[in-house]
C-alpha cells in the first residue's frame, strides 16, 4: 500500500451560483485522512460538509483547490475512470437508507445487485461475500426481508453492507445516525468501527452530532467552509488500572499560516476586527486589539505626518505647528496671498 493519505485536500473551494449569486461553500479546505483512519467530520448546517463529501464521492467537482482520494486526482478525473472510481474505491452511505436500497429487493438481494453493478468481486466470491457482510453487522436473520420490514438500525446496517459490497478502499458515510434513537445509534456507529477495523475501510463519518464524535480517535470541525479544530483522542489505563480516555483539541494552521479561533473564546474576550499578537519563548500570545498603542500621543498628533514641502505649503505648516505648540494664543490673522489682496 502507498504511503500516501487515502484522503487529501488542499486549499479546496466550490463555489454556487444560484440567481446570479455566487455562494462559497467550501473556502479553501484542507484535510488528511491516513490509511485505514476512521475521522468524524462535525459541523452545523450549512458549514460545507456535504458539499465535501460529494466531491470526495465523485459526484461533485471542486472550482479550485487539490483533492485526491486513493490516488485519483479528483479533480483531473473525467469520464470512465470517474465511474469507476465511484463502483470499486468509494462506498456511501446516506442519511436516509432508502438512497442506498431499493424497496422491491431483500436485503440479501440489495447487496448482490451492488456487488453485479460494481462487476469488482468474482462472481464465485459475491454470495460467499453477501452473507459474511450481513453476518458481520448483526443483520442475517433478517436478510430475505424487504426493506419496509426493517427497523431504523436494520435498514441502516443494511445499507453499510450495501456500500461495503464492492470492497471499497474509502467508506463514506453522511449523518448515517441523524434519523434515528439514540441507543440504535450506538449500535449502527459500533457496526462502522467494526468495519473499519476489520476492513480495514478508511472511513469518514460526517455529522453534526457531537455524540458521534466519541466513537473516534479524530474529530475534525469545520466551519464557513474551512476546518478550524481537530480533537484527538486516546485511551489508556491510569494508576488505578482504570481505563481512561483523554481528548486534547488543537487550532487547525492552514498551508498559509491562517488558522480559526474558536468562537467561545472570541466572545468571551470581545475579540473584534483586529488582535495583537506577541510571540513568547513557547507560546503565541493573542490579546484584544484596541485604539493606539499604549503610551502614544493623542490621535491627533501620532497620527501627523511630516511630507516634503509643496509649494504654498510652508506658511499653512508653519500656522499649524504654532497653533499646536501654543493652544492658548490667539491665531494671528492668516497671511494674504496674491489671490485674496484687495484690489484697491
Known amino acids: 500500500m502507498s504511503d500516501e493519505p487515502d484522503i487529501v485536500c488542499e486549499g479546496l473551494v466550490r463555489i454556487y451560483t444560484a440567481q446570479g449569486v455566487e455562494v462559497q461553500a467550501l473556502q479553501g479546505l484542507d484535510l488528511v485522512v491516513q490509511p485505514g483512519e476512521m475521522v468524524a467530520l462535525i459541523g452545523a448546517s450549512g458549514s460545507g460538509k456535504s458539499t465535501l463529501l460529494n466531491i470526495l464521492s465523485g459526484s461533485d467537482t471542486p472550482s479550485a483547490g487539490r483533492a485526491r482520494v486513493a490516488g485519483h486526482d479528483l479533480v483531473a478525473m473525467r469520464g470512465r475512470e470517474r465511474l ?11 442519511q436516509q437508507s ?15 445487485m451492488a456487488q453485479d ?8 466470491e459475491r454470495t460467499e461475500r453477501v452473507d459474511a457482510l450481513l453476518e458481520q453487522l448483526g443483520v442475517a436473520h433478517v436478510a430475505d426481508q424487504r426493506p419496509a420490514q426493517l427497523s431504523g438500525g436494520q435498514k441502516q446496517r443494511v445499507a453499510i453492507a450495501v456500500a461495503l459490497a464492492n470492497g471499497p478502499r474509502v467508506l463514506l458515510a453522511d449523518e448515517p445516525t441523524g434519523e434515528l434513537d439514540e441507543a440504535t445509534s450506538a449500535e449502527v456507529l459500533a457496526a462502522i468501527e467494526q468495519v473499519n477495523r476489520e476492513h480495514g475501510a478508511t472511513t ?3 455529522t453534526h452530532d457531537v455524540a458521534v464524535a466519541e466513537h473516534v480517535d479524530r474529530t ?30 488543537y487550532a487547525v494552521l492552514d498551508r498559509a499560516g491562517r488558522m480559526q479561533l474558536p468562537a467561545e473564546y472570541v466572545s468571551a474576550l470581545e475579540l473584534r476586527d483586529r488582535v495583537r499578537l506577541s510571540l513568547e519563548p513557547d507560546r503565541i500570545e493573542v490579546r484584544p486589539g484596541g485604539g493606539a498603542p499604549a503610551g502614544a500621543p493623542p490621535a491627533s498628533r501620532a497620527q501627523r505626518v511630516e511630507t516634503p514641502d ?8 508653519r500656522a499649524q ?6 493652544p492658548e494664543q490667539d491665531p494671528r490673522p492668516p497671511a494674504s496671498t496674491p489671490d485674496e489682496e484687495d484690489p484697491s
Open 204 to 206: 469518514l463519518i460526517v
Open 98 to 112: 432508502g438512497r442506498n436500497l431499493l424497496p422491491y429487493l431483500s436485503g440479501r438481494e440489495n447487496v448482490a
Open 84 to 94: 469507476d472510481y465511484r463502483r470499486a474505491t468509494v462506498g456511501f452511505v446516506w
Open 310 to 317: 509643496a509649494p504654498g505649503d510652508k506658511d499653512a505648516q
Open 321 to 326: 505647528r504654532a497653533e499646536t505648540s501654543h
Open 117 to 124: 453493478v460494481a462487476g469488482v468481486i468474482p462472481r464465485r
Open 220 to 249: 475534525v470541525r469545520i466551519r464557513d467552509g474551512r476546518t478550524s479544530t481537530e480533537t484527538l483522542r486516546a485511551t489508556h489505563t491510569d494508576e488505578s488500572g482504570r481505563t481512561v480516555r483523554v481528548a486534547a483539541e
